[in-house]
T-cell receptor
Framework: DAGVTQSPTHLIKTRGQQVTLRCSPKSGHDTVSWYQQALGQGPQFIFQ???????QRGNFPDRFSGHQFPNYSSELNVNALLLGDSALYLC????????????FGEGSWLTVV | GENVEQHPSTLSVQEGDSAVIKCTYS??????FPWYKQELGKRPQLIID?????GEKKDQRIAVTLNKTAKHFSLHITETQPEDSAVYFC??????????FGPGTRLSVLP
């Protein structure tokens, strides 16, 4: 049984570009959350998707957007990249509409130059 | 919204000694408190959790205590081993809400 999988694992983008990160939740999980983890800090909540809709959103600008597909997989899109967007982007999934603990994927390391 | 503080930010202990990490939270509605361990370059992994209807939970060398009145909870690791060296994050959440994480504690277990 595969856990939460994310792709790509590492990527380098130029300031102003756009990036798409992908996540497949753990089997049986229907809720996907995205977190940003800057170096030396704890994960910061970006948003959560359930039933293909954004259910909650953290304090992130509209440049951050997402999508959930019918198979529960999800994408995180970031437009107009800034140097400060460089971070580890973690996808977390949970069962039961998000009313349980969350399990993280290995993350996507984004470097903006 | 919820705010989670965590102390200390770094902790060094001798192998075999105990380690204690403390967190405080602000939202009295929070009712679930997990702890995650993150090794260098890896994902955070759940090591133990506690719900608000329980005051203490233990799993082998790891235990968590919760004081709802004071709004703080602690992670206790006994008989520390080198493989316990990592960054530990506490988090707080309430039913159906997002997880709010503390800033992390870097634990070093010295041989």
């Amino acid at each position: 049984d595969a856990g939460v999988t994310q792709s790509p694992t590492h990527l380098i983008k130029t300031r102003g570009q756009q990036v798409t990160l992908r996540c497949s939740p753990k089997s049986g999980h229907d809720t996907v959350s995205w977190y940003q983890q800057a170096l030396g800090q704890g994960p910061q909540f970006i948003f959560q998707y359930y039933e293909e809709e954004e259910r909650q959103r953290g304090n992130f600008p509209d440049r951050f957007s997402g999508h959930q597909f019918p198979n529960y997989s999800s994408e995180l899109n970031v437009n107009a990249l800034l140097l400060g967007d460089s971070a580890l982007y973690l996808c977390a999934s949970s069962p039961g509409g998000g009313r349980n603990t969350i399990y993280f994927g290995e993350g996507s390391w984004l470097t903006v130059v | 919204g919820e705010n989670v503080e965590q102390h200390p930010s770094t902790l060094s202990v001798q192998e075999g000694d105990s380690a204690v990490i403390k967190c405080t939270y602000s939202d009295s509605a929070s009712n679930y408190f997990p702890w995650y361990k993150q090794e260098l370059g890896k994902r955070p992994q759940l090591i133990i959790d506690i719900r608000s209807n329980v005051g203490e939970k233990k799993d082998q060398r790891i235990a968590v205590t919760l004081n709802k009145t004071a709004k703080h909870f602690s992670l206790h690791i006994t008989e520390t081993q080198p493989e316990d060296s990592a960054v530990y994050f506490c988090a707080a959440t309430s039913y159906g809400q997002n997880f709010v994480f503390g800033p992390g504690t870097r634990l070093s277990v010295l041989p």
